[in-house]
């Protein structure tokens, strides 16, 4: 079974301060996705990787950046966090490269209340 | 600019009858399609997926449609059971895109026992 884990299932963090979420997956996945899910937006790709140390923008990167200095693990990093990105946040992982359509398997999520 | 759009924000059907997910999407170039179902606290998971070189994709109780011409498809799950409510999300993906989702809004449903 394919496990995706992320550090927290709840934070609140304060306006302006530095917030990291972990994810790590367990099956040895080429490609890692952050993503966050909004009522009425549905989801939408912050930043994805698809190798080590490499990573593309998605849809909404402004005021994210990201690290994956390990193969398993991807960590996605609010600078500064604003109130606007209170949001669930949801890591996936996939099997295949950049040329291979594979299923995406999600965490449970990280719900980030920022104040 | 949703490329990917489900205009319904919720479905109620009864214990037994058929529901229906419709999707749209913009982009012609589309060429793989998903469902992705999600219980509150948990990530989606996947349920079912279709390539655009298909029209018709079956799994159990679970069937998705596409319609290219119209941009078009649609999960239908018979019969619906309650444990079926939950939020539903289709994807569309483009080839050499690193397996990255383009993901709609989703509709909640909820089947009534």
């Known amino acids: 079974d394919v496990k995706v884990t992320q550090s927290s299932r709840y934070l609140v963090k304060r306006t302006g301060e530095k917030v990291f979420l972990e994810c790590v997956q367990d099956m040895d996945h080429e490609n890692m996705f952050w993503y966050r899910q909004d009522p009425g937006l549905g989801l939408r790709l912050i930043y994805f990787s698809y190798d080590v140390k490499m990573k593309e923008k998605g849809d909404i990167p402004e005021g994210y950046s990201v690290s994956r200095e390990k193969k398993e693990r991807f960590s996605l990093i609010l600078e500064s966090a604003s109130t606007n990105q209170t949001s669930m946040y949801l890591c996936?992982?996939?099997?295949?490269?950049?040329?291979?359509?594979?299923?995406?398997?999600f965490g449970p999520g990280t719900r980030l209340l920022v104040l | 600019d949703q490329q990917v759009k489900q205009n319904s924000p919720s479905l109620s059907v009864q214990e037994g009858r058929i529901s229906i997910l419709n999707c749209d999407y913009t982009n012609s170039m589309f060429d793989y399609f998903l469902w992705y179902k999600k219980y509150p606290a948990e990530g989606p998971t996947f349920l079912i997926s279709i390539s655009s070189i298909k029209d018709k994709n079956e799994d159990g109780r679970f069937t998705v449609f596409l319609n290219k011409s119209a941009k078009h498809l649609s999960l239908h799950i018979v019969p619906s059971q309650p444990g079926d409510s939950a939020v539903y999300f289709c994807?569309?993906?483009?080839?050499?895109?690193?397996?990255?989702?383009?993901f709609g809004q989703g509709t909640e449903l909820s089947v009534k026992p």
């Open positions: 994807a569309a993906s483009l080839d050499n895109q690193g397996g990255k989702l383009i």
């Open positions: 996936a992982s996939s099997l295949g490269g950049w040329q291979v359509r594979e299923t995406q398997y």
